[in-house]
């Protein structure tokens, strides 16, 4: 199983990324898929996530990216997104995904994840 996610880089406060979560050797459809951020000298935060299809793939955001990020997921290219708009320089962080292999409402516990792919650098500075 590998996850790679990409799509960071550098952009001004009020920018957008979109962010991919890019999977290999499983289905993503078949798991809860979350986004999760680490600053430095912080521990990893729960962003988002989306919960397998057959239960519905309901998705959580953290209160901080509430209206402003969106996760998504293509079945047709096995990629979960996340659409970050209006960016602010408090979004500064090294982005990850994860896959929480049991078949339950995703969570953006840090815990409930099993597989983690590299983080994708994302900084917002003007």
């Known amino acids: 199983v590998q996850l790679q996610a990409s799509g960071g880089g550098l952009v001004e406060p009020g920018g957008s990324l979109r962010l991919s979560c890019a999977a290999s050797?499983?289905?993503?459809?078949?798991?809860?898929i979350g986004w999760f951020r680490q600053a430095p000298g912080k521990e990893r935060e729960g962003v988002s996530c989306?919960?397998?299809?057959?239960?519905?793939?309901?998705?959580y955001y953290a209160d901080s990216v509430k209206g402003r990020f969106t996760i998504s997921r293509d079945d047709r290219t096995n990629t979960v997104y996340l659409q970050m708009n209006n960016l602010k320089p408090e979004d500064t962080a090294d982005y990850y995904c994860?896959?929480?292999?049991?078949?339950?409402?995703?969570?953006?516990?840090?815990?409930?994840?099993?597989?983690w792919g590299q983080g994708t650098q994302v900084t917002v500075s003007s």
């Open positions: 050797g499983l289905t993503l459809d078949l798991y809860g």
């Open positions: 994860g896959t929480d292999m049991l078949p339950r409402t995703c969570t953006l516990w840090p815990s409930d994840y099993d597989h």
């Open positions: 989306i919960s397998i299809s057959s239960i519905g793939g309901t998705t």
